[in-house]
């Protein structure tokens, strides 16, 4: 069975590092909204991010301007 997750992929081994490493990240939507928090996973569609208050949000993937990883 073929996936669209291609894990040779700079972008997908990128937030696959933010994940291992519990990096908390500002993910940005295009509607302009910013969810700040840690990724807990993703999968080809989608991402999931907890805040501070352990929140917990699905986005989809296309709905995503940028993940910065914060300092």
């Known amino acids: 069975m073929l996936t669209d997750f291609d894990t040779s992929l700079p972008s997908i081994r990128q937030v696959q590092n933010l994940i291992k ?8 939507l295009l509607t ?3 969810l700040t928090g840690k990724i807990l996973w993703q999968d080809p569609q989608c991402v999931a991010i907890a805040d501070q208050n352990g929140q917990k949000t699905t986005v989809w993937k296309q709905a995503i301007a ?3 990883p914060q300092a």
């Open 21 to 28: 490493d519990t990096a908390t990240v500002e993910l940005k």
């Open 66 to 68: 940028y993940i910065k």
């Open 32 to 34: 302009g909204d910013i």
